[in-house]
């Protein structure tokens, strides 16, 4: 059994890119940067006027205003300006030469058809200057980076249709268990509904990776034998869910063996999610989650997310957020790493929801965040800082 931040660090160890490929722009939200993303061009690209009004010379902004052109956004200017001149001038275009700045057009009053005067005691300058937020040939973006759409605003500014990401993962969902069907289907006697696959499914979906859904597999060697070779020669990951504990029927670990998959941990010190398997093929990496949907849930969210992040090239770690708890928390074991559902309360305060075990899953439902209680801690007391991850 190991701790729980050996078999993270053993896990991003072992995770390796599996390539890049060229996307549209568009194609490219939550993807990951595998290029740097540099300035074609200064942006603004020239002097331009920040509000509709008129441009002229600071000095003379209290003194009547001959207007000598409209300059309209997109345009080039054509004349310069001299003292006592300005020319009506629109938001986004270009400041034309002589004026350092442009009255607001709210400020200003027509005295004829070709004169103004300022109305206000005194001007800002109204002026975007070349380059004041972007720098021809700086890097703006680094490869690595997680896509979101302020970054599409930014790579679409400096001039990129396509381009270069990290490849995703294919990631094989096998839930063993004679006991599950699936949600279309009522269960009989005994039986219970998958819930753990599908959310594993959509889990894999949120971060970015291909879930390739391989159903529920019976607790019989045979068949689940069968379907981990077809997974392994199919998929850069597999993740198997259930049949991994101590039970008669518990097959997962013995076939993964006779299928050349090299156990590295079978168990972590920590709960929920203790039977957790990871393993290596030289086809595949193969993950072990207990059936139980907490467990998994939690398991997915703290080991196997980092894990595909660091395969699909992400120079990005969880956020370290710590929160006070807002009530005294005490366990009589503490021999294992906890982690525990929470809310945040309106005084941004972590509140552990109510958790009957690994298959309450309305619980996780009901949670923003889950949080760890380290090993040999017994109790926290209201207002202890807790490092919180958002689910
Ligand atoms: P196992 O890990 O196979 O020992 O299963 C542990 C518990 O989780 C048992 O109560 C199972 O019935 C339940 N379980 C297993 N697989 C699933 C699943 N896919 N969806 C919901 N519950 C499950
Ligand atoms: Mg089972």
């Not at 559902?341 to 309305?362: K, R």
């Not at 619980?363 to 958002?390: M, T, W, Y």
């Amino acid at each position: 059994m190991i701790l729980f931040e050996d078999a993270l660090k053993i896990v991003l160890e072992k995770a390796k890119v599996i390539g890049t490929e060229k996307v549209k722009l568009l194609d490219s939200l939550n993807r990951i940067l595998a290029q740097d993303i540099i300035a074609d061009m200064d942006m603004p690209p020239f002097n331009k006027s920040a509000v509709d009004g008129y441009a002229c010379m600071i000095s003379d902004i209290h003194n009547l205003l001959e207007v000598i052109e409209t300059i309209a956004a997109g345009d080039v200017p054509v004349n310069n300006i001299l003292h006592n001149q300005c020319s009506k001038i629109m938001t986004g275009a270009m400041l034309p030469v002589g004026a350092d700045c442009v009255l607001m057009v709210e400020h200003t009053k027509e005295i004829d058809s070709n004169h103004i005067k300022f109305t206000f005691e005194k001007t800002g300058v109204n002026v975007a200057y070349k380059a004041e937020d972007i720098k021809k040939d700086s890097v703006l973006l680094k490869k690595g980076l997680t896509i979101k759409p302020q970054h599409i605003a930014l790579i679409a500014s400096v001039g990129y249709p396509e381009l270069m990401v990290y490849k995703q993962p294919k990631v094989a969902i096998l839930t063993t268990g004679s006991e599950l069907v699936e949600p279309d289907s009522i269960p009989a006697l005994g039986q219970i509904r998958n819930s753990n696959a599908w959310q594993l499914y959509s889990q894999v979906q949120k971060a970015n990776a291909i879930p390739v859904y391989f159903g529920i597999i019976e607790d019989s060697e045979e068949k689940i034998d069968l379907a981990i070779k077809k997974a392994i020669s199919e998929n850069d990951v597999v993740i198997l869910t259930g049949g991994v504990s101590m039970g008669d029927f518990d097959y997962v670990p013995k076939i993964l063996k006779q299928n050349k998959v090299d156990l590295i941990f079978e168990k972590i010190k920590i709960r929920p999610g203790k039977p957790t398997v990871f393993g290596i093929h030289l086809n595949a990496f193969v993950f072990g989650l207990p059936g139980n949907p907490v467990s998994s849930f939690v398991l997915f969210e703290i080991l196997l997310k980092p894990f595909l992040q660091k395969m699909m090239g992400s120079n990005e770690n969880p956020k370290n957020v710590f929160l006070p708890i807002g009530v005294d928390f005490k366990r009589a074991k503490a021999e294992v790493m906890l982690w525990l559902p929470s809310t945040i309360n309106n005084q941004g305060e972590v509140v552990p929801v109510e958790f009957h075990g690994s298959a309450h899953v309305s619980s996780i439902c009901e949670a923003d965040v889950i949080f760890p209680i380290s090993i040999d801690v017994f109790e926290l007391k209201k207002g202890d800082l807790v490092n919180v991850r958002q689910i």
